[in-house]
């Protein structure tokens, strides 16, 4: 039994497919089952994705007639083994390390859900999405109080950047309403929490969401069917607020709950020259370049380990407030266990010495780094030192992420013949650097 269960209902999704699908088989997280449910398409979505299950037997794929979206996944939740569920449009797409992170906040922090940050794809632009400042472990009617703040924002409403547990839905028969067109998603959400206690706000984005333009949801959300959707929709969110609270509490937040009726969505903008909207490529340490023909080339390839490893130290670095070159330097001095001068980290680091200095100052302001003395002998040097604390854990999983992704599909006797010849690359790179 594979650990998550990811869900793709796909209609007619040729021209995207293949992003989607590729986002989920190179999750570095490899203990998935991915049910692709094809319903009724009439383009060649059904033949695509049986060509990515002849390689991947973690696929399984369903081919029936149209019956909907909420039909649709219902059937896969019918099927589903994992013991978490996460769910993916045909539109959209995942970052390599989506699945872990969800993953790993569940079952680190004893929650029943995982909700996270996404972004938001509008053309060649993307942004930042989350509706709650801070991450970490909240109660349920916490979180529903932050909910009253902005209701509709995609944020709570969908389910594409939360994880679930299957034991809850099994339990509860929780299952999508297949006699609504609209806020069906919400509605699941709504019936779902009212059955777990803590909740996880993660704030990595785990999910890129695509607004396409043309869709029949796009042509079809006119004022007027606005209006008639939320107003079909209020009875189920009043009533999930009277079985969280009181009634006296409830009369409090009654006017915001009714709130719903008129609020919008924060989140639905990717909006060109707004400081929190980059080019697509940017969002996460810049564009990563690659050139065939270098393949083989050491420049290159030190290139690559190096963006590979900075990547996996996004995530850490997003959660905390801080640069990749700021966990960068963190890292370090975490592994070299002592005290080093500005000019040792900038060298190491391959930083800047002006934007190392910069970043240092910033990080003797967190509790991960103090000045442990200054080296008289050296012209008065500042040497620095990481102070160890909740980081340690986390650059410890990171490494071993790295080395995962690196030595997929070596075996161990190849592994073992790779750290020997590695060792005696860099003992004789050592050799001509140092000991001349």
Request: proline fraction near 2%.
């Amino acid at each position: 039994m594979s650990k998550v269960s990811i869900i793709v209902p796909i209609y007619n999704g040729e021209k995207v497919i293949r992003r989607c699908v590729d986002s989920i088989i190179n999750q570095d997280y490899r203990d998935l089952e991915i049910i692709l449910v094809d319903d009724g398409s009439k383009d060649d979505s059904y033949k695509i994705i049986e060509e990515y299950a002849k390689n991947d037997e973690r696929i399984v794929l369903v081919h029936k007639e149209n019956s909907g979206v909420s039909a649709t996944r219902n059937l896969a939740l019918s099927m589903a083994t994992g013991d978490y569920i996460q769910f993916l449009d045909v539109d959209d797409w995942l970052p390599f390390d989506s699945t872990k992170l969800m993953v790993r906040a569940m079952e680190e922090n004893d929650v029943d859900l995982v909700i996270a940050d996404f972004y938001r794809v509008v053309g060649d632009n993307v942004a930042k999405k989350g509706s709650i400042k801070e991450g970490g472990v909240t109660t349920r009617n916490a979180f529903a109080d932050k909910m009253m703040l902005s209701p509709a924002d995609f944020y709570y409403g969908v389910l594409w950047n939360k994880l679930y547990k299957k034991q809850i839905i099994d339990s509860y028969a929780i299952r999508m309403d297949q006699n609504i067109s609209y806020g069906e998603d919400m509605i699941y959400n709504l019936e779902y929490l009212l059955h777990v206690e803590r909740i996880y706000v993660l704030k990595n984005p785990v999910y890129y969401y695509v607004r396409t333009e043309g869709s029949l949801v796009m042509q079809n959300m006119n004022l007027e069917s606005t209006i008639k959707m939320k107003t079909g929709m209020i009875k189920y969110y009043r009533d999930f607020y009277k079985n969280i609270t009181v009634a006296h509490d409830y009369e409090q937040r009654k006017p915001f709950i009714y709130g719903y009726l008129v609020a919008v969505s924060t989140d639905s903008f990717a909006i060109p020259f707004l400081e929190n909207t980059k080019k697509l490529g940017e969002e996460k340490g810049g564009k990563v370049y690659y050139d065939k023909e270098l393949d083989d080339n050491e420049l290159m390839n030190n290139y690559l380990r190096n963006r590979l490893f900075l990547k996996m130290l996004n995530p850490l670095a997003e959660a905390k407030g801080l640069r990749e070159n700021e966990m960068m330097i963190l890292y370090y001095l975490y592994k070299k266990g002592k005290s080093a001068s500005g000019d040792e980290i900038a060298s190491v680091c391959s930083i800047g010495s002006g934007n190392c200095a910069i970043s240092l100052a910033k990080l003797l302001t967190t509790a991960h780094l103090k000045v442990s003395d200054v080296n008289l002998f050296d012209d008065d040097k500042i040497l620095y030192e990481y102070v160890s604390g909740e980081l340690d854990k986390q650059f410890d999983k990171i490494q071993d992420d790295y080395l995962a992704i690196c030595f997929n599909g070596v075996s161990e006797e190849d592994l073992k013949r790779f750290t020997e010849v590695r060792k005696q690359v860099y003992d004789n790179i050592r050799k001509t650097l140092i000991n001349q």
